[in-house]
C-alpha cells in the first residue's frame, strides 16, 4: 500500500499570474519561482502581472484572484500585514509602475520573525518595507530599551519602537532594599533605560519620593528619583507619645507609649518628651485630634530626617501632631524661644480635631457665662444662639496663639481658650489676644422701637424708618406712643422688643436713609447701651444727643433713674456713626422742652471740656426764626443756677406736667401751640 503526503500534492492557492519570491521557498505554487529582485521577475514573466510573495506571511485567507480595475492597470498592489501598511506581498504589472496602491483593509498576518527569540514578545512584527534601513530597539514593560532588537541590513540609526513590548521576568543584581519595606508587591523586575549615563535610583514609598529600594547601577555616584513606582513602607517610628490636653480623649490611640501632660505651650512640651526619649524617631499626637484613619507609616523624605514635622489640625497649618528625630530636637531645641523658629517640615497630610465644647447660655454678652462655667479641654465655644455650622481651628502653640475669636460680628458665639480664663474679669477683652478677622457667622438683627408722645414730626419720621428698615425687615419695627413720663416710656419700649438689644428711635429723629440696619453690640464686653450720632439742624452740634440708641432690654428694665440722664446713668459707649437728623424744632414747645433738658444735663456735668463747648454752642447757636432753642437752653442754666445744682429739684425736669407748667411760668408757652 503506497502512503503518501496529500498535502504536498494538492495546489493550495490558484492564480493566472506567474509567481515570484526571494529566499526562502514559500511553497504556495507549483510554478512559483526563485529570483533575486523584483526587477528580475519583471524579465521573467510571461503575464500582464506578476505576484511577489514571501514565507513569512499567512495567505490562507488571501485570494489570489484578484486583478486590478483597468484604471489601476499601470499601479503595484500592496496588501498590510498586523504591523505595517506593507507585508511585502505585491500583485506587479510586468511593464513597471509608477505608484503603490496600499490596500490597507485586508490584512495577510505575519507568521514569524528573523530574530533571536526573547521570553514573551510577539515575533511576528516586521519593519515597513518602505523604511530606510534602521535599527528597530523594542522595550520592556518598564523602559523603551531591554527588550529585542531587529537590525536591517546596513543600518547604523536606531528608531525605538513603542509596540510590542517584551515583557521582563528576570531580577538583576543591583538592587539595595531597606528593611522596613514591605517588598511583596513591589516589581523588582524593573530595569533602567539603556541610554540613560550611570545613576543611583531611588524609589519612593507611598508617602515620599525617598524611603525605598535602590537601583545602584555599576559606578554610579548621582540619585535620580523614581516617581512611579512605589513600595508600602512599614513604621519607622514605633513609639507614640500622646499630649494629654485634660479634654477627656487620652488614650484613644492604641499601642501609645506614654501619656505626657500638655505645658502651656509645645515647645516646653516637646523637650520634656524628648528629655525622656531614647528612640530615634516618635509620634508625639495631641488628645484633641482624631487618628482613627491616620497612617503612622508615614516617615520625612531622607534629607528631611532631622526636621521637626507638623501635620495640620483641620485648616490650621500649625497643627498638634508631629514627627520627631529625637536626637536632633535634643541637640537643637534649646537655641529656640519659639517653636516657630525650629526647622519645621509643614505636611500637606491633614489630622480632623475633635469637636470642642458648646456652651450655650441665655445672657446677653459672655462675661458672665465664661467667669462661672468651666469646660474640660483647651478650647470652648460660648454661644447665646444656634450652634456654628462651622469653628475656626486655634493653635495651641503658645499662649499668643490661643486667641479668643468672635464667630460674628457681634460675636453671638465666640472661641474661648482656657488660657484666656484667668485674664477675664469684667469684659472679654481682659484677655490680650483676641482675633477678629474670622466673623463668618450670623447674627439675629436687633428689633426696633419708634418711640413717640405727640411730636407733630412723629408720623413723618416714622414712615422715614420703615422705607430706611426696607420691605423685608419692617416685621422687626415696634411703636411705642403716649406713654407719659421718660422712664415708663424706655420701659415700655424695652417690653416690645423680642431681642437683647433694640435700636430706639425718637420721635424726633430722621434716620439716616442708608444706615446699617444690621449692626450688632459687641458681647465681649459688658451689657451696655450703645450711643449712636445725630445732627443738630439748630445749632449744627454732631453728638449723641436725641441720636439712635441701642438700648440692652435687661438694662432698660432694671433702671431705676437715679441720675440726670436715664442712658447715660448706665454702662455705655459712643458708636461714631450718625443715625440721623434731629429736628426738635417743629414746635415752639417741643423746641423749649428739648433744649431746656438737655442743657440741664449739660450744665450738670460740668466742669468738662467737651460739654462746656456744647452747651456754648446750644446758648449761643440758632437758626430758627424765634430762637425757642436758645430760650430753652438760657431758661435751663438760669434754673440751675436757682436751685444751685440740687440734684432732687434738677430731676423734676423728667417729668412732662412739672416741664409744662414751668415752660407757661417762664414763657408763657403751652404745649404743641
Keep these: 500500500m503506497l502512503f503518501f503526503d496529500l498535502k504536498e500534492c494538492i495546489i493550495k492557492y490558484t492564480t493566472m499570474f506567474d509567481v515570484f519570491y526571494s529566499g526562502v521557498k514559500p511553497n504556495l505554487f507549483v510554478h512559483e519561482q526563485a529570483v533575486n529582485s523584483i526587477e528580475q521577475a519583471q524579465e521573467l514573466s510571461k503575464t500582464r502581472y506578476f505576484w511577489w510573495v514571501n514565507y513569512l506571511s499567512d495567505y490562507s485567507n488571501f485570494d489570489f484572484s484578484f486583478e486590478p480595475k483597468p484604471w489601476e492597470a499601470a499601479q503595484r498592489h500592496a496588501w498590510a500585514s498586523q504591523w505595517q501598511k506593507d507585508s511585502g506581498t505585491y500583485l506587479v504589472p510586468k511593464q513597471g509602475f509608477g505608484e503603490t496602491n496600499y490596500h490597507i483593509d485586508i490584512i495577510i498576518p505575519r507568521i514569524k520573525a528573523e530574530w533571536q527569540d526573547v521570553y514573551n514578545f510577539d515575533y511576528t512584527w516586521h519593519p515597513d518595507p518602505t523604511d530606510p534601513p534602521l535599527i528597530y530597539q523594542f522595550g520592556t514593560q518598564h523602559q523603551k530599551t531591554g527588550g529585542p532588537c531587529y537590525r536591517a541590513n546596513g543600518a547604523t540609526d536606531i528608531k525605538y519602537v513603542n509596540y510590542p513590548r517584551s515583557i521582563k521576568t528576570t531580577i538583576d543584581e543591583h538592587w539595595i532594599t531597606p528593611s522596613n519595606v514591605d517588598v511583596s508587591t513591589f516589581d523588582y523586575t524593573w530595569h533602567p533605560d539603556a541610554t540613560d ?16 529600594p535602590q537601583y545602584v547601577v555599576p559606578g554610579a555616584t548621582d540619585v535620580k528619583y523614581v516617581n512611579q513606582y512605589r513600595i508600602k513602607t512599614n513604621r519607622v517610628a514605633t513609639a507614640i507619645y500622646e499630649i494629654d490636653h485634660m479634654d477627656g480623649n487620652s488614650r484613644q490611640i492604641p499601642n501609645t507609649t506614654k501619656i505626657v501632660r500638655y505645658y502651656d505651650n509645645y515647645l ?3 523637650k520634656r518628651i524628648a528629655k525622656s526619649s531614647e528612640e530615634e524617631f516618635i509620634w508625639i499626637c495631641s488628645s484633641v485630634c482624631d487618628y482613627s484613619n491616620f497612617d503612622f507609616t508615614w516617615h520625612p523624605e531622607q534629607w528631611q530626617a532631622g526636621m521637626l514635622h507638623v501635620f495640620p489640625s483641620d485648616t490650621e497649618k500649625f497643627g498638634d501632631t508631629f514627627f520627631m528625630h529625637v536626637p536632633t530636637f535634643k541637640y537643637r531645641a534649646d537655641t529656640c524661644q519659639l517653636l516657630e523658629w525650629y526647622d519645621l517640615n509643614f505636611t500637606d497630610i491633614v489630622v480632623p480635631r475633635r469637636p470642642v465644647p458648646i456652651i450655650k447660655h441665655d445672657s446677653d454678652a459672655h462675661i458672665e457665662a465664661i467667669t462661672t462655667i468651666d469646660f474640660k479641654g483647651p478650647l470652648a465655644v460660648y454661644t447665646t444662639g444656634t450652634t456654628p455650622a462651622t469653628i475656626p481651628t486655634v493653635p495651641l502653640w503658645r499662649e ?42 450670623p447674627d439675629e438683627p436687633l428689633d426696633i422701637v419708634f418711640i413717640d408722645n405727640g411730636e407733630r414730626s412723629a408720623a413723618y419720621n416714622y414712615l422715614q424708618l420703615l422705607i430706611s428698615v426696607g420691605e423685608e425687615n419692617r416685621s422687626r419695627v415696634h411703636r411705642s406712643s403716649g406713654v407719659s413720663g421718660r422712664v415708663a416710656a424706655y420701659r415700655a419700649a424695652a417690653e416690645l422688643s423680642r431681642t ?53 432690654k435687661k438694662l432698660v428694665l432694671e433702671n431705676s433713674a437715679e441720675g440726670l440722664d436715664f442712658t447715660l446713668d448706665q454702662a455705655h459707649e459712643v458708636v461714631p456713626v450718625v443715625s440721623g437728623v434731629a429736628n426738635y424744632a417743629s414746635d415752639p414747645w417741643t423746641c423749649w422742652r428739648t433744649a431746656f433738658r438737655e442743657c440741664i444735663k449739660l450744665r450738670a456735668s460740668l466742669p468738662n471740656v467737651e460739654n462746656e463747648y456744647r452747651l456754648e454752642q446750644w446758648l449761643t447757636r440758632d437758626n430758627t426764626k424765634d430762637q425757642w432753642s436758645i430760650k430753652g437752653a438760657k431758661d435751663a442754666v438760669e434754673y440751675y443756677e436757682e436751685v444751685k445744682g440740687d440734684f432732687t ?24 401751640r
Design 197 to 212: 549615563p550611570p545613576y543611583i535610583y531611588q524609589f519612593g514609598t507611598q508617602h515620599q519620593k525617598t524611603g525605598g
Design 268 to 270: 516646653d512640651t516637646l
Design 400 to 441: 499668643k496663639t490661643k486667641t479668643v475669636v468672635p464667630l460674628s460680628p457681634g460675636a453671638t458665639s465666640v472661641v474661648v481658650p482656657k488660657a484666656a480664663i484667668p485674664y477675664i474679669k469684667t469684659q472679654v477683652y481682659d484677655y490680650p489676644y483676641i482675633d477678629k478677622t474670622y466673623k463668618r457667622g
Design 500 to 552: 437683647p438689644w433694640f435700636f430706639a428711635v425718637f420721635a424726633k429723629l430722621e434716620v439716616e436713609p442708608d444706615f446699617d440696619w444690621s449692626w450688632q453690640p459687641d458681647r465681649l464686653q459688658e451689657p451696655k447701651h450703645y450711643i449712636f450720632n445725630a445732627v443738630n439742624p439748630v445749632n449744627e452740634l454732631i453728638y449723641g444727643h436725641q441720636a439712635m440708641i441701642a438700648y440692652n
Design 649 to 672: 429739684e434738677l430731676k423734676k425736669s423728667y417729668d412732662w406736667a412739672w416741664l409744662s407748667s414751668y415752660a407757661f411760668m417762664k414763657r408763657n408757652l403751652l404745649p404743641n
